[in-house]
């Protein structure tokens, strides 16, 4: 058997009839039935591993043999698949067969030239990259009419077959050199890395390099000034590279965003570089998963909109736009953590359960993976002092209720400066109750973190005692909450980026 | 000597049923609420404005101690409870506040209270009319 790979093949007959549209599942295009037809394939403007296969059949006829024809005339028609028909008497011994024309590598076509087709793998590049019909069947009229006058094999007009091309899944990934800055007295030179993962892939028993191209770096400081950074070794767009470093001095945290071409389209990925804060803690100074709780929190409370005006929304039925949000810290097998946000249908401006989520019995709600236990919980105020507070509930029916809305007739409670409690509700009602934050924190025997509207965050430990306003932990992710003296400035925390 | 313990048991069951408790004796909690409404009301402080509570002298924020007054904000207290929560009791039960008087104001907190876990801190006016309530200062 013959590989059906050779794409020297004469220009035969025949046009091509191609359409293309994005599905979630990849490129379709059709290529007519014709011998020498073409379809061009997605215009990747850099070059792209892609995976190509091909669906349908097509099929020829033939007419009777003549008598004494060879055995080497194909009869009788058939349907063929993308390997095309294995003809010994054309120059070269296959017909009908589909080929990847133009690709910088492809992985022999679709197989052994009339044999079971495979996925195609090729890297491809531009808009000139085509599939081609081979030739038709060896055509000698005497084969099937002894006056030479017939055509002894032809294609019906209107087939086609369907051509499946997806790029295969490269994700952007971007890392730092440098994770931690004391940007409060230092700065330094940070050398930034773009690269793909997985960096290589195996395709016909050899490793074959994924390449990128750069077309964008930025540099987001905390205080949302945004650096185009173009320069030197950030120049973009780059051209094809296994990866890119940007060497860039920022003066503050932030973040750094690239964007590259790989896969098949444009990404975006993006590393921070932060201060670590004051008073060592696991989750908020682990910059080696690019301190992702610090990002769950300033996502908890954009959330919780709480720029959103109190009670604004708030009906009967609906607890208002600005709320509280919760969630919980996850130790995982590998000893790295993940953080889950949790759903509190019934969460308020005053409360919320990050144990909402749980089934009745439950401790906690379901792992999210197997293996993993918590080992924290957090929550967002989403008020500042003075702020109205809807949502608040009694605990019994010796004490008045609060309004749930503007309009119910019911008092409605007011924030105080949550820095007297230390970050926490509650203090006062342990362990007479446990609905307050700190009596959550004793029953559970787990710390737990608040970040309130003004930007302080809090951790509140088991066993911390009286008063509770002398809570040592608290840190400021932005402005100037907790301390005015002393504002988050340059430590300010990088907000997380959306594409 | 039965004559004293009969005086004893009978001054235990009066301070039990509440006649001689309705203030709570200053502590860490009553020390919170002063510096609370100290740094709220004494300034242009956000919450006093939102409140729309008046400056006060912090010499005018005294912790209160007279039976009398403490009485007073309870029954004032039953009172709103009465008005906003049909699942009161016709008699709440008694028990010990902390009061602060606040210029002509009262401040109010209610050690076995609750909203969601906070302890609300109640203010009448000079008429013990419910003005205000805060969270988050304890």
Not at chain 1, 19 to 47: C, M, Q, W
Not at chain 1, 89 to 98: E, F, H, Q
């Amino acid at each position: 058997m013959q590989r059906c790979d050779r794409t020297d093949l004469a220009d035969q007959a025949g046009s091509g009839t191609t359409h293309s549209r994005k599905r979630s599942s990849g490129i379709y295009v059709h290529i007519a039935g014709d011998p020498g037809s073409t379809a061009s394939l997605n215009n990747f403007p850099y070059e792209t591993w892609v995976s190509v296969s091909v669906t349908g059949d097509i099929v020829f006829t033939s007419e009777m043999p003549a008598p004494g024809v060879g055995a080497n005339y194909q009869f009788p028609g058939r349907a063929v698949g993308p390997t095309g028909i294995y003809d010994s008497r054309n120059d070269t011994p296959w017909a009908l067969n589909l080929s990847v024309m133009g690709a910088i590598w492809n992985n022999g076509n679709f197989g052994l030239c009339g044999g079971t087709a495979h996925v195609d793998t090729a890297l491809i590049s531009g808009g000139l990259v085509t599939v081609r019909r081979g030739q038709m069947l060896f055509q000698y009229s005497y084969d099937c009419d002894p006056r030479g006058f017939m055509t002894c094999h032809t294609i019906p007009s209107g087939q086609s077959q369907t051509i499946n091309l997806k790029a295969i899944p490269v994700s952007l990934k971007a890392s730092s050199d440098v994770r931690a800055v004391n940007f409060a007295t230092t700065t330094t030179d940070i050398r930034f890395k773009a690269f793909p993962s997985p960096a290589t892939l195996f395709v016909e028993n050899g490793t074959r390099d994924v390449k990128l191209t750069t077309t964008f770096w930025q540099w987001i400081g905390a205080d949302l000034t945004r650096a185009q950074v173009s320069q030197g070794t950030c120049a973009y767009p780059s051209g094809p590279a296994t990866s890119r470093t940007c060497l860039f001095h920022p003066l503050e945290s932030g973040r750094m965003v690239v964007k590259a071409y790989l896969g098949g389209y444009e990404q975006a990925s993006s590393v921070s570089v932060q201060c670590l804060m004051p008073l060592t803690d696991p989750y908020l100074n682990d910059s080696t998963n690019d301190f992702q709780f610090r990002t769950t929190l300033l996502d908890a409370l954009a959330m919780s909109n709480p720029d959103s005006a109190p009670g604004l929304g708030a009906t009967a039925q609906h607890a208002g736009f600005r709320h509280e949000e919760s969630g919980i810290i996850w130790h995982l097998p590998d000893n790295t953590y993940t953080f889950t946000h949790t759903i509190d249908s019934a969460a308020t401006e005053c409360h919320s359960n990050a144990l909402a989520e749980r089934a009745p019995g439950a401790t906690y709600p379901p792992q999210p993976v197997p293996g993993a236990y918590p080992v924290s919980i957090y929550h967002t105020h989403p008020e500042k002092p003075g702020d109205p507070v809807y949502g608040c509930s009694g605990i019994d029916p010796n004490h008045p209720m609060w309004s749930q809305y503007p309009g119910d007739s019911l008092p409605v409670q007011h924030a105080g400066n949550f820095s007297k409690a230390g970050g926490g509700s509650g203090a006062h009602l342990f362990p007479a109750d446990t609905t307050g934050d700190w009596p959550i924190v004793e029953k559970y025997a787990t710390s737990m973190y608040v970040i309130q509207k003004d930007g302080t965050v809090w951790r509140l430990d088991p066993g911390l005692g009286f008063p509770k306003k002398n809570n040592p932990n608290h840190w400021s992710a932005f402005g100037t909450g907790y301390d005015g003296n002393h504002p988050a400035g340059k430590c300010t925390w990088a907000k997380p980026y959306k594409a | 000597m039965r004559v004293f313990a009969i005086i004893f048991v009978v001054l235990v069951l009066y301070s039990a049923n509440g006649h001689a408790q309705n203030c709570k004796t200053a502590d860490a909690t009553s020390a919170a609420m002063i510096s609370q409404l100290n740094e709220m009301m004494t300034g242009d402080s956000t919450i006093r404005v939102n409140l729309q509570l008046p400056v006060t002298n912090s010499s005018q924020i005294v912790f209160v101690s007279t039976d009398s007054v403490c009485l007073r904000a309870r029954q004032a207290l039953d009172s709103l409870t009465h008005a906003t929560n049909p699942s009161s009791p016709s008699t709440i039960p008694a028990r010990a506040l902390y009061v602060i008087s606040v210029g002509g104001y009262v401040a109010v907190a209610d050690p076995t209270d609750g909203a969601s876990g906070w302890l609300p801190m109640y203010i009448f006016d000079p008429l013990w009319s419910f003005l205000q309530s805060l969270i988050g200062w304890d």
